[in-house]
């Protein structure tokens, strides 16, 4: 049965055949969100400064370089071709953070997305191994009481933090900052539905044009984590652009294990009164 919301369901759909890999979408994310710097060293893997998605990376622009045919069709031979790709929270639809945060800070919004309140998260950090992709992670930044972004002070953050798909924008009416700054609409905003129809005919395009590797990751709903509410048009093997081939959430077999440490107990308790009464016999 399909999850309901109080309003349409919305997400991304990032067409990475038109991604040219100017980072204005990282950009954008750090100065609406106030996320502190990050990538400011070289790490020689290629033009990528910031490695993947954590506290203080929402969006991360990949590059992969291959020595592949763009097109399946033999135009243009075999060269090196760039695979960029904007990484960001996939918003799933059944999300294993949900699922083990105790106190409530992740919670789903009327939108459909998957949201992190600060405010009153403790750090525990359940989330952060519940999550298939990696996505969400510890802060470990000096804290404040200052209003940001002056993120100076003596204890540090703790607290989880990543994309929040712009929450304080979509209740103003107003389209996330990153798909906003996005030049060539690689990243696509809208109503999931129709994000996935035009994502279907994208598809059928390329395919169409011999495109090599051409394909869609999470765009599924019938795939382990439900769907995607923010899913990929993709040039190659997920793995390519390090990403799980088949993700399933993580506390899917929660429920199973709990029966089973309940009978165990149950045993052991049964076990230990057998040998109590025997005992005294």
Known sequence: MSATYERERVGFFTDTSVCIGCKACEVACKEWNLV???GQ???GESYDN????DANTWRHVAFVEQEKPLRTNGDGGVGIRWLMESDVCKHCTHAACLDVCPTGSLFRTEFGTVVVQEDICNGCGYC???CPFGVIDKRHLP???DPPPLFLGKKEDGRVWKCTLCYD????GHEPACAKACPTKSIQ???LDELRQRADERLAKLQRDGW???QLYGRDPDDGVGGFGAFFLLLDDPEVYGFPPDPVVTTAHLPQMYRTMASAAAAIVVGVAAAFIGGRS
């Not at 910031?50 to 998605?53: A, E, G, I, R």
């Not at 924008?169 to 103003?172: A, H, T, V, W």
């Open 169 to 172: 924008r979509l209740k103003g």
């Open 128 to 130: 952060v191994p519940a």
């Open 36 to 38: 502190p710097q990050d």
């Open 50 to 53: 910031t490695s993947q998605l």
């Open 212 to 214: 090599n590797g051409a």
């Open 189 to 191: 905003f809208g109503p």
């Open 143 to 145: 804290a404040t009481t």
């Open 41 to 43: 060293e070289w790490t």
